[in-house]
């Protein structure tokens, strides 16, 4: 008959020394740097098409905010002044106007508009803007292709600005990609301290952590980027400024916010992990989930660069759901029976 293994023997295994774990700490950093360096210089094969592409969100919400203004110009005294004095004298010739405006909106083909004065006499290339001299011009309304505006496109303040953000748009293309490797070497440092029968759930984490944190950035990106940026240019529109976003900040925000959410997603993990090696259990978490939710929150505002409340009510629920996900993890995933059990 096979004797039960000794406790002793499963535990004695994994007693390591401070110093030890320390170099477990520095063997694992350098794995993770060498897997995110390769993984950048992949991105620097990419670079250009991932600059255009995360570009998106901005110049989509740059595109509704000249075209909202476009109509919000449409109803101004002082613009329909301008349209009076270019032919559109009746109320169902501004309406005609508006609704051209909000047609090609649905059509996603915006347009903006202004009213610019021509000299009659002169050639039709020679149009000046209106100021002085209005008694000899006359009024024309030019509509503009948004797509074409450099207004809707982020701009750089200095020559090597473009060389950075092809730098940063590599860094992060080699994080998207270096993910596993680095989620291995983190998995692999939480191993080495702890005892054998514990360590089989880094094998099962592992692949659901790499999914969960590609999962935030992609949340991050397609459902976070695009009403955050409408709210906080509301505040352009009601104040009156025009927006001049820099590519270099636009970066920054792009690189710090999937990070937060890809780390975010992690909580049910965590939650199992934890419960499984003895620190929590599913009680406690179920009789602290006011505070919890109140931790997830004030988190949420801390490790956010926005401050918006979109990212923030985005953010904080999808991890109040990830958090009770997490409790139902912990519960009605079977256990792995222990060496020591009966039967």
């Known amino acids: ?14 007693t390591m020394t401070f110093g030890e774990h320390l170099e477990e700490l520095r063997v694992c950093l350098f794995r993770a740097i060498v897997g995110l360096a390769l993984g950048c210089v992949v991105g620097l094969i990419v670079g250009g098409p991932v600059v255009h592409f995360i570009q998106t969100p901005l110049h989509a919400a740059l595109e509704k905010y000249y075209q ?3 109509v919000k110009r449409s109803l101004d005294p002082a613009e329909l002044e301008k349209l009076a004095r ?53 009024p024309v309304v030019l509509f503009h292709p948004l797509a074409e505006d450099s207004r809707t496109r982020a701009s750089s303040l200095n020559a090597q600005e473009g060389f950075m953000i092809y730098l940063k748009a590599s860094l992060l293309v080699g994080a998207v990609l270096a993910s596993p490797w680095v989620f291995l070497q983190i998995w692999t440092f939480v191993a080495a301290g702890l005892y054998r029968h514990e360590k089989r ?122 958090y009770f996900a997490g409790i139902l993890l912990c519960r009605f995933l079977p256990r792995r029976r222990s060496a020591f059990e009966e039967g």
């Open 201 to 322: 759930y880094v094998h099962v984490f592992l692949p659901f952590s790499v999914v969960l944190f590609l999962a935030g950035m992609a949340t991050a990106f397609f459902f976070v980027f695009q009403p955050v940026l409408n709210f906080l240019l509301s505040f352009n529109s009601m104040l009156g400024i025009n927006p001049e976003p820099r590519i270099n900040e636009w970066m920054g925000f792009v690189l710090l916010v999937p990070l937060a959410f890809g780390i975010g997603f992690q909580l049910p993990l965590a939650m199992l992990f934890m419960e499984r090696i003895g620190i929590f259990t599913v009680e406690a978490y179920l009789s602290y989930w006011r505070v919890a939710v109140l931790a997830i929150f004030v988190l949420a505002m801390i490790i956010l660069p926005t401050g918006d409340p979109y990212s923030l009510i985005i953010m904080a629920g999808a991890m109040t759901l990830l």
């Open 1 to 14: 008959m096979r004797r039960p293994p000794d406790e002793r023997d499963l535990f004695q295994e994994s």
């Open 86 to 138: 270019a032919g559109y004298t009746r109320p169902e010739d501004i309406q005609r106007f508006q609704e051209i405006l909000q047609a090609r909106k649905r059509q996603r083909d915006p347009v903006s508009f202004e009213v610019v004065y021509v000299d009659p006499k002169g050639p039709l290339g020679s149009i000046v803007a209106g100021g002085s001299g209005e008694a000899t011009l006359e």
């Open 68 to 70: 909202d203004e476009a």
